[in-house]
């Protein structure tokens, strides 16, 4: 009688454990058998890029693309009395003239343009830059240098990536034998936006890419040109720029000369020889904003100097 009393025991205890198991696998089951799995945790936010904080001289919000008082009737329009950026103005977009902003003490010239905004060239993109002498001889020690400090708050943006971006400077210099245009650009320093969110979220430009768009031949235009990726900047960052456009020797042939364009981009160096330099006539520099091809492009420029030095 005790023996089967202790196996009864155990039975009992046996289809206890049975029961709480099949009734624990059971409560993540719907009444059709099928699995329920709990919903998965939410996936954080992500933490809002650190460069997307708007500039004190930073504009936001809508716009227009023209506003009134802006059309001047000539692209030498009337400047700034002693404007603090070196170089003649080349003003051809009706969104805004040129301007100044003083941010931590520091005074910057403004650069702001606009898609469709050239109202003096309708065919070719707005712009309002700076144009710097030329430094108009060839021989070997012959140059035009440019310095100066940009912070890039925005560019353009449009829907292929290829016409993103917005030129920050440019050298220029014709040459003989035809082809192009004729005050052709020899590279130009393409700004293109890249994206990050801001503290609400939204996806705001946070940096860009820096490319220099060259010359494969002389006049080149169009698929004439390669686009070469440089570095990436901050935006808002105030970065340090040098270039100098001029002749030097070909080291590998004394009769020979080499045009070259070289920067310096935030401490990097990009030096760079144009193709055919036995064509070239002259060495340029402009810089400023040019080209935004949709949206808005924001540029400023500060402690900007110029000289040039021309041997036959």
């Not at 040019?290 to 000289?307: D, M």
Request: proline letters at 5%.
């Amino acid at each position: 009688m005790k023996k089967n009393s202790i196996i009864f025991r155990f039975t009992s205890i046996f289809i206890l454990i049975f029961c709480i198991s099949f009734t624990s696998c059971q409560s993540n089951e719907d009444p059709l058998g099928e699995i329920i799995y709990p919903d998965p945790e939410p996936e954080p936010d992500p933490e809002p890029d650190p460069n997307s904080v708007v500039a004190s001289d930073e504009l936001v919000g809508s716009y227009t693309t023209c506003n009134d008082g802006f059309s001047n009737t000539s692209r030498d329009a009337p400047d700034l009395a002693n404007a603090i950026n070196v170089g003649t103005i080349d003003d051809r977009t009706c969104y805004s003239d040129y301007s100044e902003s003083t941010v931590d003490g520091k005074k910057w010239g403004v650069y702001n343009i606009t898609d469709g905004s050239n109202h003096l060239d309708t065919s070719l993109q707005p712009r309002m830059e700076r144009s710097l002498t030329r430094s108009k001889k060839t021989g070997v020690g012959s140059y035009a240098y440019f310095t100066g400090t940009v912070r890039i708050l925005e560019t353009g943006k449009t829907n292929s990536s290829s016409s993103d971006g917005t030129y920050i400077m440019q050298a220029k210099g014709k040459h003989t034998g035809g082809g192009g245009s004729p005050d052709p650009a020899i590279c130009l320093y393409l700004a293109k936006p890249v994206y990050g969110a801001n503290s609400d979220g939204d996806q705001v430009q946070v940096s860009f890419d820096i490319y220099r768009e060259q010359i494969n031949i002389r006049g080149g235009e169009g698929s004439g040109r390669s686009i070469v990726f440089l570095k990436n900047v901050k935006k808002n960052e105030e970065i340090d720029i040098e270039l100098k456009v001029g002749f030097r020797e070909d080291p590998s042939d004394s009769s020979k000369k080499i045009h070259y364009a070289d920067a310096i981009i935030g401490g990097t160096v990009f030096n760079w020889n144009i193709p055919e330099p036995e064509k070239g006539t002259e060495s340029g520099i402009r810089y400023g904003a040019y080209r935004v091809k949709g949206g808005r492009a924001q540029i400023r420029w500060a402690n900007t100097t110029y000289s040039k030095v021309e041997k036959d």
